[in-house]
């Protein structure tokens, strides 16, 4: 977390009319400062920024705040990332508290310093920039997307020492590993570079394709206090603005996709990174609310994709389409080929999510026989159980259309011994509940939360946890949560000791756990009895919030 103090040093530091004024052309008036609200159309200015205050305030649609407050806005940053932006652009040190994120910004620093590298060798990479040129990339894509190269392990590690950057740090970094041996080494060699950025435009890691004969085409950088592919989506802190724009976001397979797309003016374009979509890219999807266009091959292992995707963003109340590509063909190779017009109608023309799923069960069944068919209305209707209920009042409508049957097959509820809720599952925690209920109320506590441990940390929550962090509110454990008047609201510090004291508890539950395992050997048994004994639960009760680890004894 930022230490609080580092928060008041920086609101102290700087001015708003200074911040403001970098986003919108501000004119005086009176002692204030007055322009049109960039959240809401208006012709005539009721946007209002206050220097003596320090404050905006939008007489027309009612937003307002602080610097802080107008960044988080206009740039659809989390309460940490528009600090440590805001810190950047005005030079201000930020602190931590120990065990989050105390070494980002040297990790950053490696980085930063890896990808200007990169960038420097591919114009004197002949093949590499080939390469790009026979994917149809051109120049103004390589530099507006960074695109670099790296070729021997060797350079990289001259690079670092170059400029007197610690080894260990830039491990820690996922620039380079250690081997068996001791050594050092790259994780990236003769690859054409993808650096990889965070919603406020900070290098969190690369991407790598092999221009030899590695049989990794693609390779990311491992995860890291900066990286986690699972919570990122290439491209998109510079698609953000035109998703918040036009309320559409299209999802594909790859970089090249995604570049390709912004090349030819599709530039809503983000891709996972290696990852099938997760429940864990719902946050960053749900900014703005757009609709979703997932754009993935048409071959079996595309279509399986697009399947799991249409699910979870349908049941988690995205609006949306699915669009396949035929004959092989991607995003990257239409452009290519400049079938531009086929390629907007194909975006344009996508199947709904919900009939997209409806349609590949029945697809998967013979419904000429009725046992098959009996089956196939089955499985639709499991699905449509996960859809909030007029959701699934409208598309069980669809579904009966699609079966030619009548609509009461598609108007069955799930029995309660079938599918229990949520609540049921669970037993009563009142130390979760209460910091679920303060995160409901405090969403800058989620990412910081976040930044210490994982979802499955939250036991018997975890489900709820997702929930929160992907802002489905409707969750029925989250609802009776909010209206429980028992439930105490914790300030900063009582949650900070709240988790101090679960962390404890966690540590201390695989003590025990560890003590009675006899399928360890006895070198890795005693190590990590000592680590947890001599290391982290000292540090816990000394306050230290240390990060969790889920796979502890793996």
């Known amino acids: 977390m930022i230490e609080e103090s580092s928060i008041e040093r920086l609101r102290t530091s700087i001015d708003v009319v200074d911040v403001i004024g970098s986003y919108l052309?501000?004119?005086?008036?009176?002692?204030?400062?007055?322009?049109?609200?960039?959240?809401?159309?208006?012709?005539?200015?009721?946007?209002?920024?206050?220097?003596?205050?320090q404050i905006f305030h939008c007489f027309g649609c009612g937003v307002g705040g602080d610097s802080i407050k107008f960044v988080m806005e206009f740039e659809k940053l989390s309460y940490p990332e528009a600090i440590e932006k805001l810190a950047s652009s005005y030079n201000i040190p930020l602190t931590y508290t120990k065990g989050t994120n105390s070494g980002s910004s040297d990790e950053r620093r490696v980085l930063e310093?890896?990808?200007?590298?990169?960038?420097?060798?591919?114009?004197?990479?002949?093949?590499?920039?080939?390469?790009?040129?026979?994917?149809g990339i051109t120049n103004k894509s390589i530099e507006h997307f960074g695109i670099g190269y790296v070729g021997?392990?060797?350079?990289?590690?001259?690079?670092?020492?170059?400029?007197?950057?610690?080894?260990?740090?830039?491990?820690?970094?996922?620039?380079?590993?250690?081997?068996?041996?001791?050594?050092?080494?790259?994780?990236?060699?003769?690859?054409?570079?993808?650096?990889?950025?965070?919603?406020?435009?900070?290098?969190?890691?690369?991407?790598?394709?092999?221009?030899?004969?590695?049989?990794?085409?693609?390779?990311?950088s491992p995860q890291t206090k900066l990286f986690n592919k699972s919570r990122l989506l290439y491209g998109y802190y510079l698609a953000k603005s035109t998703i918040y724009d036009t309320k559409e976001v299209v999802v594909t397979e790859g970089y090249l996709d995604v570049i390709m797309l912004h090349q030819a003016g599709f530039t809503n374009a983000v891709a996972t990174l290696g990852t099938a979509l997760t429940s864990e890219h719902l946050p960053l999807l749900r900014k703005g609310e757009p609709k979703v266009t997932l754009a993935y091959d048409?071959?079996?292992?595309?279509?399986?994709?697009?399947?799991?995707?249409?699910?979870?963003?349908?049941?988690?109340?995205?609006?949306?389409?699915?669009?396949?590509?035929?004959?092989?063909?991607?995003?990257?190779?239409?452009?290519?080929?400049?079938?531009?017009?086929?390629?907007r109608n194909l975006l344009k023309g996508g199947a709904d999510l919900a009939i997209f799923v409806i349609e590949h069960i029945k697809n998967s069944y013979n419904i000429n026989n009725p046992y098959e068919k009996q089956k196939a209305i089955t499985e639709v209707n499991s699905y449509l159980n996960t859809l909030n209920k007029v959701v699934k009042e409208a598309y069980a409508l669809k579904a009966a259309q699609i079966f030619n049957t009548p609509l009461a097959y598609f108007n069955q509820k799930q029995r309660a011994q079938q599918a229990p809720t949520q609540q049921a599952q669970i037993s009563?925690?009142?130390?979760?509940?209460?910091?679920?209920?303060?995160?409901?109320?405090?969403?800058?506590?989620?990412?910081?939360?976040?930044?210490?441990?994982?979802?499955?940390?939250?036991?018997?929550?975890?489900?709820?946890?997702?929930?929160?962090?992907?802002?489905?509110?409707?969750?029925?454990?989250?609802?009776?949560?909010?209206?429980?008047d028992t439930v105490p609201l914790l300030d900063e510090?009582?949650?900070?000791?709240?988790?101090?004291?679960?962390?404890?508890?966690?540590?201390?539950?695989?003590?025990?756990?560890?003590?009675?395992?006899q399928d360890l050997d006895y070198k890795r048994k005693s190590?990590?009895?000592?680590?947890?004994?001599?290391?982290?639960?000292?540090?816990?009760?000394?306050?230290?919030?240390?990060?969790h680890e889920s796979n502890f004894t793996i």
């Open 527 to 547: 190590f990590l009895i000592r680590k947890i004994k001599t290391d982290i639960l000292p540090r816990i009760k000394k306050g230290e919030l240390v990060p």
């Open 25 to 53: 052309e501000l004119k005086k008036s009176g002692a204030n400062f007055k322009a049109n609200c960039p959240f809401h159309g208006e012709k005539t200015p009721s946007f209002v920024v206050s220097p003596q205050k």
């Open 298 to 343: 048409g071959d079996s292992a595309g279509v399986a994709a697009a399947l799991k995707a249409a699910k979870l963003l349908s049941t988690s109340g995205f609006e949306g389409s699915v669009v396949l590509f035929p004959e092989g063909k991607d995003p990257a190779d239409m452009v290519s080929s400049g079938n531009l017009q086929e390629l």
């Open 113 to 135: 310093v890896i990808q200007n590298f990169y960038k420097e060798s591919i114009h004197k990479t002949p093949h590499a920039l080939e390469y790009l040129q026979n994917r």
């Open 428 to 484: 009563k925690n009142p130390a979760w509940e209460a910091i679920l209920k303060s995160m409901l109320h405090n969403n800058s506590l989620i990412d910081e939360l976040l930044d210490i441990v994982d979802f499955s940390f939250a036991k018997g929550y975890e489900q709820a946890f997702r929930n929160l962090a992907a802002n489905n509110l409707q969750d029925p454990v989250l609802r009776g949560i909010e209206i429980d």
């Open 493 to 517: 510090a009582e949650f900070k000791a709240q988790i101090l004291q679960e962390l404890e508890i966690y540590y201390k539950t695989k003590l025990k756990e560890l003590l009675n395992r």
């Open 152 to 220: 021997s392990s060797a350079s990289v590690i001259e690079k670092i020492k170059q400029n007197q950057l610690p080894l260990p740090l830039a491990a820690d970094s996922g620039v380079i590993a250690k081997g068996e041996r001791g050594d050092y080494y790259a994780r990236l060699v003769d690859r054409v570079t993808f650096p990889i950025f965070n919603t406020a435009g900070a290098i969190v890691g690369f991407g790598g394709r092999t221009l030899g004969n590695h049989p990794a085409k693609y390779i990311n």
